[in-house]
T-cell receptor, first 111, second 113 residues
Framework: SQTIHQWPATLVQPVGSPLSLECTVEGTSNPNLYWYRQAAGRGLQLLFYSVGIGQISSEVPQNLSASRPQDRQFILSSKKLLLSDSGFYLC??????????FGQGTRLTVV | AQTVTQSQPEMSVQEAETVTLSCTYDTSESDYYLFWYKQPPSRQMILVIRQEAYKQQNATENRFSVNFQKAAKSFSLKISDSQLGDAAMYFCAYRSAGNQFYFGTGTSLTVIP
């Protein structure tokens, strides 16, 4: 069966520090991969999605970037975090024409 | 980008009663998919129900059903015989043919015992 792993679960980082969140999927090949951010009490904002290795589409210009170095690995990064980057980050994968399956999420607090 | 609108930030329902959550979306596509997700306090996203736009028949999953009005671009969720475990944030989601996956702002559902 397919599983998705996302880590870390929680993270507290100072302003100006770098960020790296990792997401991996098992049990499937060539998944579509997504990064979302959820502010407190708000909806999910699509940040990046990828349909293949090295193929990244950005939905919102911001302080973050994403990479897909391997088929089932998706990384969210920042060189210098801002206070506004705080939030709950969710990774998800889908099959073509299917629903999204989500990781457990990472709660990021920038202080 | 397509937009998904949930106009009800909060809803409440008595246990065992029925509640309907609203969702509208904006798109120029003819082929797409719609979903409702549930997010309990654990924040794990759980799929509730899905609807393919090419299907005229409304999807049902046990106590959950949808009213899909393609011309009106409306996709509401009906929860029958509400249970305490139904209390959660509910998100409407749109998946485009181009693999983008957009979510609404959510409706917080409270179930009153």
């Amino acid at each position: 069966s397919q599983t998705i792993h996302q880590w870390p679960a929680t993270l507290v980082q100072p302003v100006g520090s770098p960020l790296s969140l990792e997401c991996t999927v098992e049990g499937t090949s060539n998944p579509n991969l997504y990064w979302y951010r959820q502010a407190a009490g708000r909806g999910l904002q699509l940040l990046f999605y990828s349909v293949g290795i090295g193929q990244i589409s950005s939905e919102v210009p911001q302080n973050l970037s994403a990479s897909r170095p391997q088929d089932r690995q998706f990384i969210l990064s920042s060189k210098k975090l801002l206070l506004s980057d705080s939030g709950f980050y969710l990774c998800a994968w889908t099959i073509p024409f299917g629903e999204a399956f989500f990781g457990q999420g990472t709660r990021l607090t920038v202080v | 980008a397509q937009t998904v609108t949930q106009s009800q930030p909060e809803m409440s329902v008595q246990e065992a009663e029925t509640v309907t959550l609203s969702c509208t979306y904006d798109t120029s596509e003819s082929d797409y998919y719609l979903f409702w997700y549930k997010q309990p306090p654990s924040r794990q996203m759980i799929l509730v129900i899905r609807q393919e736009a090419y299907k005229q028949q409304n999807a049902t999953e046990n106590r959950f059903s949808v009213n899909f009005q393609k011309a009106a671009k409306s996709f509401s969720l009906k929860i029958s015989d509400s249970q305490l475990g139904d209390a959660a944030m509910y998100f409407c989601a749109y998946r485009s043919a181009g693999n983008q996956f957009y979510f609404g702002t959510g409706t917080s559902l409270t179930v009153i015992p």
